[in-house]
Structure formats: C-alpha cells, structure tokens
C-alpha cells in the first residue's frame, strides 16, 4: 500500500501512453523509415493504431517508458502527406498525432551548417529533417545549370507539433539573394518558393525561424528538388470522371498547363492533387474540388461590373475565376425557375486563395437580392430561393477591392442538402480530453455522442460498426432537439486488451427520407491564441480500448421517484471496491438535463460503500425522459481529524509530464432514466409583514397532487438573517403549513421576496423535495410598525390608511 496524490492504493497503474514528439515526423513512400516517439507509459506491449491505408507497422520497440520507436513500412502509391495514429498500451489510448509522406527519400541535416560557407551540400530532390535552435540558420547548397529550376517547400507547421515560423531564401554563387519567402496564402507559416538558375553554380538555401528564436522541438522537413510547386491551380475543381485542362500558377516556370484525368467518382469534399511534372511528383498537394456538376470558368477578366458570361448557365455549376485586377467585380449568369432553392458556395481562402470573397445575387433589373461576407471562414455562402423564373447574376468581388494573379475562387452552386456529423464534444479545445475511449475491464466508461445537423429534423441514431472484443455494442439516440447524450460501454471481465478504430453508422431524416451520415473527429494540433488555428487533423473513426481493470466499480440505483419540476431527488450511488483499494472515490455527473444542476460532487469516504447526490430541478427544467450516469474517480484520503491529505488534487485531465504515475482510474455507471415532470403539489404563501424582537405565525396553503410521500417535513428557506422558522410536519390531510417564525431584534428591516416552502419526504428509500408558495414576499418593520385589525392580523398601508379616515 502506497500514498499516491493523496490516494491510498496497491494496484494503481501508469496513466496512458503520451506522445510529445514524433522525430523525424517524416518517412519516403515505398521504405520502411523508423519514427522516434518521446513521450511517457510506452512499453515493449504498445500498439500503433494507424488511421489510413497503405502505412503498415513492422516493428516496436520501447528503449523505456519514455522513448519508443516505431517502424513503419510505406506503399510505393502511399498517400503523400499527413497520416494520423495513436499509440495503445494496456494502460489506455494516446493523444492523436500525425507523421508525414514525401516522395523524396530522407536526409538528416547535419551541423555546423550555420553560414553558407558551411553549407551542407544535397542533391536534388530529397527531403531534409532538421531542427532550428536559438538564433539557428540552417543552409544547404544545391548545385545548378543556367536555366534549371530549383523548388523548395518547408513543412513545419504541418508536421503537427509547433508554431514553428520559418523564412525560407535561396542565394545565388555570387552570394546575392534572389528569393526570400515567409508566410504563403496556401501553407501559411510553412514557405515555399522556385527559382530559375540565373547560371551555372553553386546555390544556397537558407532556412531559418522568423524571429531567430527556436529550441530543441523546432523540427521542419525542407524539400529541395526540381518537382513543379504552383501556388494554386485553376480552375480549381472539375467534374469527375472527366478529362480537365488546368494551369498551374506560380511556379518558376512560368503559367504550366495540363490535362487531367479526374477521378471517377464525386469526393464530396476537398481533394489533394500533386501537381507532377517530368516524372518528378511533387511532396505536398494543392486543395482541389471534384464535383458531380460542371464548371463555368470566366472567359477573361471583365474589369467593371458587366457580366461576365454571355449565357446563362443551368444549376448545379461551379463558377470559376480570378480577380486579375484590383476592384474587379465578376458576374455570371444563371437561371433558376420560381421557388427553386439553391446554395451558393465560395471556395477562395481554403483553396489558398488571397481573396476574400464577398458574393451577391442581382435580378435582371439589377436589383440586389442578396449578399453575404464571411460563412465560418473568410470564404462566403448564401441560399438563394427565386422568387420568379427568370435570369440571374452571381456577382463576386474582393472585400477589401483588391486583386491579382493569386486572387482565384470557385463558387459552387448546387441544391441544399441535409448534413450529417456525429462527434465527440470538446470539452477542452487545447487539448484532446475526452476523444478517446478506453475501457477497463469488466468495468464501464462514458462518453458524449453530439450531432451536427443541417436540414435533419429527427433524432438521430448512432450505432458502431465494429468494438474490441468484449465490449458490449451500444445504440445513441439523439433526439431531434438535443445537440449530446452520454453514452456507457463496458467490457467483460475476461476482455483481452486490444483496440479499434471503430466506424460508426449515423443514420437520420430530413422530411420522412433517411439521411446518412458519418463520424468525424476535428483534433487540433498547433493551435495560437484568439482561437487561432494552424494544423489540424480530421478522422472518421473513434479510437476504442480494453485497459487495466480498475480499482472500484461504481453502479446507481434506478431512480423509482421522478423528479419534479422546483424539486429536488436523491440518486443513491454504491461503490464496489476491489480488495487491495481502501480509498475514497469522487462521485461527479459530466452530464445532466438543462436546467438541472447538483453539487460539484460527492465523496463517498474510505469506509463508506455508498452515498446520496442530490440533484435541483429548475421550474424551467423540461419534463421527459432523461438518460443520466454518473463518473467516479479516486479521491483523496482525509486524515484522523477530517483534513485533507497532503497531496495535489487528482485532475480529470492528464499531464504531459513524463515519469508519471498517478492513476486515470475514471469508471461509469450504468445509464439510468431520471423522468423529469410537473410538481404533483402546488401552494401559496402570500405576503406577511412582521416586527423586529416579534414572533408570527406564517400560514401557507398546500394543493396535494398524486406522487406524495405519506410524510413531508416543511421547511421555510428564503429568511433573512436573524429570522428562523423551524420545520413542521405535514400530514396527507393538511390542507395547509403553519410556521411559527422568530424576529430577532437586530433582524433587518425591509421587503424580502425570496421565501419558499419546501416539503421533503421519501419515496421507496429515495429522498425528494417540492417547492410551493415560490415569490412569497415577507416585510420587517421596526418594533411598533405593525398596525393589526382587532384579529392581530397585519394591515396593508393601504388598509391602514383607509382605517385612519374612518
């Protein structure tokens, strides 16, 4: 038995693997490369969980708990760029990291290279894994011939792990510099460039970060080569299955154009394309859209407002052109029949774009009908429903007037359609709490399951395809106006530890037609202040794991009382504990019903198998049927004179620290139903006026409903200080509660208008409350400033006043 944070416990296991770095975070396509992951609770029985295909593990190979290297075999047609994994142990699941693919095969770049006098010389077309420290240049000479191009492209920001800011610059033989690039409208902080060889010659690439500042974490992968590397493509979507003629802006080389075979069926969303040229195919992809509909590319740029096409085209079409000059406003005409509903799309930023789109709709009259700014993101989006048949123009435009070679959009227009996403709510945005979930053995865990929804009216039903073996399936219903529900899974007892990456189907419906949907998980990975965001990664599958068994068990009784609306009820939770844990465990619900709240939490101590959580519901609180679970933790040990332990509070999220070796021991209970309904009692306490140093009587009526509890006990809350009433028994045929209430003479003077009654009683071992009389107003007067009738009962000034005419 050891103290750990405060906990008493044996069998406490390490927390779940983390992962810091992953160096070199970059392997070449048709190799085996090995990754070095530094991190914490790696082990020789990890596991990498690989989101894509065409990456396959070889081999893993922990040095200590610290340090683990992964061997990873690539597919010679491996998809270039991110590929996401965690690492599983049985002690839980890792946060989602990703490495990249290149083509080019992986150098290491070696010091001293700080001058271009050292500058490290590589050949062309390789990849190069490096590191900026404090003040750190790195520089790598190239060899060129007159003429021949040379294209360099950092990865830094995309490797997944910091804000790294590079400048990237290449300097001629003679010294001069002829190319300095920092942020790209396409990659950001990640810059790209590509020269032409102004001669024959040695040529040095520089790279350093912005400010001269860096560390041992600053890792960047540079790619030095001869492949093509626009700055966009346009246009910048096609339909599928069709041959495209495109060009390539941006690159040395001047405009490039190519035909392009797109592929067969729609993506839906956006598509990589690697732009390739000479056989040399190039590391990173431009965004691209492949569509099921066809394109409208301007014809040249128009220079005014006049209209850029002399036809009107027929719907769904993408609109495709560029904003050549600065305040030049393009139109295209389309046509839409009366009633007919369509949604219009820019796609200029996210494509990397400089354009900040602003789109309109005009009627033939040149009448404005709508606009729109900014949808999510600088990209703008509108629904436009025609109020008659007839043309119409769709006029795009820069925000703020500006325009160029790189100013390019894609304005898609296509019919409303319903949308569906389930995922798993963030509590915490810079971290990735709660996005994974790991099982213990034969032990419970909850999670949220949410919807995002447009243009589903129903609830929605999440189901998954496929769980580690030994965890029982499970069924999320949404319903159609709840955007999260908890849901519990749990896993055998004799549940052999694994994982999976778990698709789950999401069905749902938008007028009496079923809609499917899928999952996804957003996870961000280099995130800056305001909410800025750098690099992300988006997956479809949820992580799922079979871990160490837990050191207790937690399970709440069905509730055989509802709850009631201005009411309260006491949800009995037990503990099971197994026989080397003797130590408290904190009970919290991550989850209840708006408008319904409950302690922060409840300690069931050391020597207690079970304990009360008394939940509050609101008036407001919306009758229905609601599952709820709780969570339990291990807490901390009190010593002999009811003092906290010395030792930190166990937090619900994990560190990053390494060596650690606190538990993460959080366990379930299964889902009950809390049924929320009207108050089955209903009262009035009136307004009462009293004087200080007085005792009154307070009479209040009762209104009995179905529901009650054959006993209540009421008790007066709202008082003031110095004022106190003690509580009175009601029985089941008292129409009404007396109070005997007792000024103090220092009680304070005024109107209070927060008195309500509360009656407490028990149904089936089960404790509830009922407020009555809510708003009951209660009015101290100094001593002799009661007027009474010849009852003794209090008149109202008004009273008083008519009294004095008489």
Request: charge should be negative; aromatic fraction near 6%; glycine fraction near 10%.
């Amino acid at each position: 038995m050891f103290i750990l944070g405060g906990v008493a416990c044996s069998n406490v296991a390490l927390a779940a693997p983390a992962v810091e770095s992953v160096i070199p975070g970059i392997g070449q396509c048709g190799t085996e490369f090995t990754l070095d992951l530094v991190g914490a609770g790696f082990s020789d029985q990890a596991e990498v969980m690989l989101y894509s295909t065409g990456v396959a593990c070889v081999k893993v190979k922990a040095a200590d708990e610290n340090h683990l290297a992964v061997t990873l075999k690539a597919e010679a047609d491996c998809r270039r760029g991110s590929h996401a994994f965690r690492i599983r142990t049985p002690q839980g699941l890792s946060e989602l990291r990703i490495f990249r693919v290149t083509p080019f095969r992986v150098v290491t770049a070696t010091e001293p290279n700080q001058t271009p006098a050292e500058a490290t010389p590589v050949e062309k077309n390789v990849t190069i894994s490096g590191v900026l420290e404090t003040a750190d240049l790195d520089c790598f000479a190239v060899s060129l011939r007159k003429g021949e191009v040379l294209a360099a492209e950092v990865e830094a920001v995309r490797l997944g792990e910091n804000l790294l800011d590079t400048v990237l610059s290449v300097h001629g033989p003679d010294g001069k510099l002829i190319q300095e690039t920092d942020d790209t409208a396409l990659f950001g902080q990640d810059p790209f460039l590509s020269i032409v060889a102004p001669t024959d010659g040695t040529y040095v690439v520089q790279l350093r970060e912005a400010a001269m500042e860096g560390d041992e974490n600053s890792r960047y992968a540079l790619h030095l080569g001869t492949f093509l590397r626009p700055k966009f493509v346009f246009p910048a979507g096609g339909r599928s299955g069709e041959t495209l003629q495109v060009r390539y802006y941006g690159d040395a080389r001047g405009v490039v154009e190519q035909t392009l075979n797109l592929p067969p069926q729609s993506t839906g969303n956006t598509f990589e394309l690697h732009a390739a040229l000479e056989g040399v195919v190039a590391p990173t992809a431009l965004p691209f859209r492949v569509s099921s509909f066809a394109n409208v590319v301007e014809p040249e740029s128009t220079g005014g407002a006049t209209a850029g096409t002399a036809e009107a085209a027929e719907l769904p079409v993408a609109f495709n052109g560029i904003l050549q000059k600065p305040g030049e406003l393009d139109r295209f005409k389309f046509k839409m029949a009366a009633g007919e509903t369509f949604q219009f799309e820019a796609l200029a930023q996210r494509l990397g774009s400089r354009a900040d789109t602003v789109i309109s709709i005009f009627d033939g009259e040149e009448n404005l009908l709508v606009r729109n700014d900014d949808d999510g993101s600088h990209d703008s989006r509108l629904v436009f429903q025609a109020p008659a048949a007839g043309e119409y123009q769709l006029q795009v435009m820069d925000k703020r007037g500006s325009g160029g070679e790189d100013y390019f959009y894609r304005v898609e227009a296509t019919e409303p359609r319903p949308d569906l996403t389930a995922f798993l709510p963030r509590p915490n945005r810079v971290s990735q709490e709660r996005q994974t979930i790991s099982v213990p053995r034969g032990n419970r865990v909850m999670t949220f399951m949410a919807a995002r929804r447009q243009g589903v009216d129903s609830a929605v039903r999440v189901e998954p395809q496929s769980l580690p073996t030994g965890v029982g399936n499970f069924t999320a219903t949404i319903a159609a106006d709840q955007f999260m529900v908890p849901v519990v899974l749990e896993a055998a007892a004799d549940a052999p530890f694994g994982g999976s990456l778990t698709k789950l189907h999401v069905t749902g419906s938008s007028q009496g037609s079923t809609v499917a949907g899928d999952f996804q998980q957003v996870v961000d990975l280099v995130a800056g202040t305001a909410d800025t965001l750098y690099q992300s990664a988006a997956v479809n599958a949820l992580a799922v794991a079979v871990v160490e068994a837990a050191p207790f068990k937690i399970r709440m009784e069905e509730p055989k009382a509802d709850l009631a609306q201005d009411g309260t009820l006491g949800l009995i939770i037990h503990v099971e504990r197994s026989a080397d844990y003797a130590g408290p465990v904190d009970i919290t619900f991550p989850y209840l019903p708006p408008w319904v709240d409950g302690p922060v939490k409840l300690s069931i101590p050391a020597d207690k198998t079970s304990g009360v959580y008394v939940v509050h519901a609101f008036p407001e609180a919306q009758p229905r049927a609601w599952p709820i679970c709780a969570e339990g933790r291990p807490g901390l040990e009190t010593s002999p004179d009811g003092e906290r332990a010395e030792g930190p509070v166990m937090p619900a999220f994990r560190d990053r620290r390494r060596n650690r070796t606190r538990s993460d021991a959080i366990v379930s209970t299964q889902l009950v139903t809390l049924n929320i309904v009207g108050s089955p009692v209903a009262g009035n306490i009136g307004r009462v006026s009293a004087e200080q140093g007085a005792k009154m009587k307070l009479v209040g009526t009762i209104e009995r409903g179905d529901s009650l509890p054959e006993d209540l006990v009421a008790t007066l809350e709202g008082l003031p200080n110095r004022v106190a009433a003690s509580p009175v028994k009601v029985s089941p045929r008292d129409g009404k509660v007396e109070f005997e209430v007792h000024f103090e003479p220092t009680a304070p003077l005024g109107t209070f208008e927060s008195l309500v009654c509360r009656l407490s009683g028990v149904i089936e071992g089960q404790q509830v409350s009922y407020c009555i009389g809510r708003g009951g107003v209660l009015k101290i007067e100094p001593k002799g400033g009661v007027v009474t009738d010849a009852s003794g009962r209090p008149l109202s000034p008004l009273e008083v006043l008519r009294s004095s005419q008489k």
